[in-house]
């Protein structure tokens, strides 16, 4: 704390960016390692994306995970996923699956709007999904980039539409109608 109760000044860092070609990432049981630059080895890390939707496969933060006694720190940044080796890619992709599970909408069924609701019944890369959405689009409909867009139901669950301008006639027409896209 500075003088007169001022929270002091958060530590400053340097980010680290990790060369892809010289690191290495694989799956043992159920947790993802990492071997390091040096050859240092993590028998466990986890990922999150510095920027979820627009940029998903670039700047990827590589951290320990928290623990009951500590919090985890950061390891580094790799810039671009797709420079990694295959098994190592494969792996920091099923990672991030994982741990960003949206379901994205090919296909829109019906919509249909009933007591402030929308009703929504769709076909996602999961399967068949019904799901309720407040009828407010302001706090239920997020634009991500141009064309893609989050569709966010009353439980909080995202579903993604990575380009609504590719689906088809007939769930363009409904986005159209009920979202105001």
């Given at each position: 704390?500075?003088?007169?109760?001022i929270?002091?000044?958060?530590?400053?860092?340097?980010?680290?960016?990790?060369?892809?070609?010289?690191?290495?990432?694989?799956?043992?049981?159920?947790?993802?390692?990492?071997?390091?630059?040096?050859?240092?080895?993590?028998?466990?890390?986890t990922?999150?994306?510095?920027?979820?939707?627009?940029l998903?496969?670039?700047?990827?933060l590589?951290?320990t995970?928290d623990?009951?006694?500590?919090?985890?720190?950061?390891i580094?940044?790799?810039?671009?996923?797709?420079?990694l080796?295959?098994?190592?890619?494969?792996?920091?992709?099923?990672?991030?699956?994982q741990?960003?599970?949206?379901?994205?909408?090919?296909?829109?069924?019906?919509?249909?709007?009933?007591?402030?609701?929308?009703?929504w019944?769709?076909?996602?890369?999961?399967?068949?999904?019904?799901?309720?959405?407040?009828?407010?689009?302001?706090g239920?409909?997020?634009?991500v980039?141009?064309?893609?867009?989050?569709?966010i139901?009353?439980?909080q669950?995202?579903?993604?539409?990575?380009d609504?301008?590719?689906?088809?006639?007939?769930?363009?027409?409904?986005?159209?109608?009920?979202?105001?896209?």
């Amino acid at each position: 704390m500075y003088g007169d109760g001022i929270p002091s000044m958060p530590e400053v860092f340097e980010t680290v960016y990790l060369e892809a070609g010289k690191v290495h990432f694989k799956y043992r049981g159920e947790n993802l390692t990492f071997t390091d630059e040096q050859g240092e080895f993590y028998p466990r890390v986890t990922l999150r994306r510095a920027f979820p939707l627009s940029l998903e496969n670039h700047y990827i933060l590589v951290r320990t995970p928290d623990s009951e006694v500590e919090r985890g720190r950061e390891i580094g940044v790799l810039r671009d996923l797709n420079a990694l080796d295959q098994e190592s890619r494969e792996a920091v992709e099923r990672e991030l699956r994982q741990h960003y599970f949206v379901p994205r909408i090919l296909r829109i069924q019906h919509i249909h709007e009933e007591f402030g609701f929308l009703y929504w019944k769709v076909i996602t890369d999961r399967g068949e999904k019904e799901f309720i959405m407040r009828d407010s689009i302001i706090g239920s409909v997020r634009r991500v980039a141009e064309g893609r867009w989050l569709v966010i139901d009353i439980n909080q669950t995202r579903y993604e539409i990575y380009d609504w301008r590719l689906l088809d006639e007939h769930s363009r027409d409904l986005l159209q109608r009920y979202l105001l896209l």
